[in-house]
């Protein structure tokens, strides 16, 4: 990760933030540039829900070089309340207790961090809900 472009996005990641249409009401995460429902170019920021469910789910050994030492990593599809769908890593679950339909809650934690540099990476993850 750049440090500089991660602190310039850090708003983002922490919250959760894509955008929504002001035309038709249809919300995006990542946010995009132009509608995909209706052409408009008229996006609004959105903060996304934090509740979910896991719809699809991958376990990564072997990881891109800076999460290795974080490794399993356990991916997850959620479908957040409002339909969107997004990817992130799920935390505080065992492989086995992992399943489809999982309900789950988006939160801030550690992702990485930067060996040289020693900057740390925040961002958002998902947890189980009781």
Known sequence: MIPIAFWRN???YYNLIGNKCKSCGKEY??????CKKCGSKDLVDWEMPKEGKVISYTILLEPAEEFKPYAPIYLGLIELTN???????????????????????ATLRKLTEDRDGGQIFYGY??????
């Not at 995460?29 to 132009?34: A, E, L, R």
């Not at 339909?83 to 809650?105: A, F, S």
């Not at 993850?125 to 009781?130: A, S, Y």
């Open 83 to 105: 339909g969107v769908k997004v990817i992130g890593m799920l935390t505080d679950v065992r492989k086995e207790d992992i399943r489809i339909g999982m309900k789950v809650r």
């Open 125 to 130: 993850k998902f947890v189980p809900v009781e």
């Open 10 to 12: 850090r708003r983002r």
């Open 29 to 34: 995460y990542p946010p995009v540039h132009i």
